[in-house]
């Protein structure tokens, strides 16, 4: 006779698994010995399923089981519902040898179809505005630059105006070598308004407001706000997707002059700490070392940056599903792949304009 | 006005003509067909209610319903336009012609009330503000909301203010057509009731169409003309409610399980007699 007594639940057994998954199985062994239950104060599913798998689903004979014991081994006699994948993966069940590589290939595909697809519809969205002026959405386009531009100034300010203090005193200290003091005002006006600015403020403006956009997009889809809008035939992309890109796009190039102002003002301070040159003859220097074709390139990046970095966001944030693991894991897409876009196109940029204004 | 006109037997006169009518529907999702073989009418005039077991594709049906979803196969048309194969202005004119009620209410919780309500009017661009205000204000009031409730937010209303609100902005261009998904579902039993009463009031006023998803037996007793049943992938039927009730489905019989005396003639008149008393005038 085996007698067991005590607490057979998930929680009592933790301690004694290791033991018990020995002595079960060796006591089943014995085909005609009885089994005594009677003893046990209480059996949960885990414990009942225990015994099941000792007994490898045939129970030995059984003496004072309980009632509620019974039922739980009924339950097991009957046998769980299989388990079955979540999900049926088409592609997957078709190509089995379809790899990873390869499905990061399509997976970039068909993102870049869906964001050319998107930027088409703004484009006919666009047309559409130009045609009925009345429906352009004013208030959404400023309540934006406001957001993007505006409440960005401060952040960008100070990390601008660090970044030109540790690029000038890093400069400063190798010209100082040579000799070449007067050479950090050509230094820092060549490369804050050509690259740093509009680097630096599109990277701060994507983790700041492309997150956001994706955020707001896929709450409205959590909260069914899309249907809403869609069932009232109010369009997604022309009245949420235009007005953010647009709108980045105007704020952004201002955001970069105002980012790169600052970096020259903290490159100046720094300059004049380190190398003693007069703020005023700073200021003056600029003009002869800042080519204006390097603003306009410049500005022209600030602008695409802009609007890329919208449009990216309004993407995966449309893209989301109604569910907070799709929302998170979208606002991190957004972030991620718009500021890598940003500097993937600012080093195109650099190699297709690099024979002008340098 | 009685309320005699909307639950007299359909068959007693001439059916009207269809509203809604969909086609050998099928729908598609993530690999799994949800509906097959589908074809429903929903006649001017009535309210037809959509029942069905929690995952047979109620949601998905009224999603299609409204173009939100687009059918693998078959064809749906809403105001005897095609739903997406229609020019645009088309599709426009049937948008203004229906409101949606969502089961969540789906508010902009950017907007304020007032804005969430007037929006479909701003949309129209050719109504000035004075006259936006005055209409969103009468409609405020229809469905039972004090104009103070006008400023608040969103987030600052309870869940039976938000179906208000959200049945306020559905009515707001007087649709012929009324969409609600689950209007009382997550209401305390006395909002419910209440809820009940001003849409069945509504319906006297505005002569509405309503299609209608539910689960909660009393909401389709207080309101539904004809009941489609939702099993199998496909409507097993679609009549007056007495009849489907009595329906040897194991779906049907559950789902009316001790209200089958409710569902007939006396019981229900008595019972929308006392909801609409209860409710008084909207
Ligand atoms: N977007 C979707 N993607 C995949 N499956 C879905 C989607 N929406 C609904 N379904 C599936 O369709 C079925 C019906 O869903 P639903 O219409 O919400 O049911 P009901 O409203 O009747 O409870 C469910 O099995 C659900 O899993
Ligand atoms: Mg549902």
Known sequence: ????????????????????????????????????????????????LLLWR???????????????????????????????????????????????????????????????ALAGQLLLDALTLMRHPGAIPWRELSANVYRTGTQALGITALVGFLVGITLS???????????????????????????????????????????????QLGVMRVTQELDALSVLGISHTLRLVLPKVLALAVALPLVVVWTSAVMLGGGMLAAQAELGIDPL?????????????????????????????????????????????????????????????????DAIFAVAFSNVGL | MDGGAAERPASAVAAPPALIEVRGLLTVMAGTVIHR??????????????????GSGKTTLLRMLLGLEVPAAGTIKVFGHPLGRCARIDLECVRHRWGVLFQQGALFTALTV????????RELKSLDPGMIETLVMMKLTQVGLRPEDGAKMPSELSGGMIKRVALARALILDPQLLFLDEPTAGLDPDSSKQFVALIRALRRELRLTVVMVTHDVDTLLALADRVAVLADRHLIAVDELAKVARLPHPFVSNFFMGHLQRCEGQGLAGFRATLDEAGGPA
Request: net charge neutral; proline share 6%; glycine share 10%.
């Open chain 1, 54 to 116: 000792a007994w490898s689903g045939q129970p030995p004979p059984l003496a004072g089981t309980r009632p509620e014991h019974r039922a739980l081994f009924d339950l097991l006699a009957a046998g769980p519902a299989p388990r079955r994948a979540r999900r049926v993966d088409a592609t997957a069940s078709e190509k089995p040898a379809v790899n990873a590589l390869q499905a990061s290939f399509v997976g970039l595909a068909t993102h870049l179809l869906a964001v050319t």
């Open chain 1, 169 to 215: 005193y890093l400069t400063a200290r190798q010209l100082q070598n040579y000799g070449a003091d007067i050479f950090v005002i050509n230094i820092l006006g060549l490369s804050i308004p050509r690259e740093l600015g509009p680097l630096l403020a599109a990277i701060i403006v994507a983790g700041r407001s492309g997150s956001s956009m994706t955020a």
């Open chain 2, 114 to 121: 007032f804005d969430n309500v007037a929006l479909p009017l």
């Open chain 2, 37 to 54: 073989d589908l074809d429903l009418d929903v006649r001017e005039g009535e309210m037809l209610a959509l029942i069905g077991g929690s």
């Open chain 1, 281 to 345: 003859r700073f200021v003056q220097g600029l003009p002869a070392a800042v080519p204006i074709a390097n603003l306009l390139l410049g500005w022209t990046k600030a602008v695409l940056f802009g609007g890329l970095i919208a449009l990216l966001a309004c993407h995966f944030g449309l893209r989301i599903e109604p569910n907070t693991e799709s929302l998170g894991a979208g606002v991190t897409q957004s972030v991620v792949v718009s500021i890598t876009a940003v500097i993937v196109v």
């Open chain 1, 1 to 48: 006779m085996a007698r067991l007594r005590g607490d057979w639940t998930v929680l009592g057994l933790l301690r004694h698994a290791g033991a018990l998954a020995a002595d079960l199985p060796a006591l089943r062994a014995d085909a005609t010995l009885q089994w005594d239950l009677s003893a046990v104060s209480r059996l949960d599913t885990a414990g009942a």
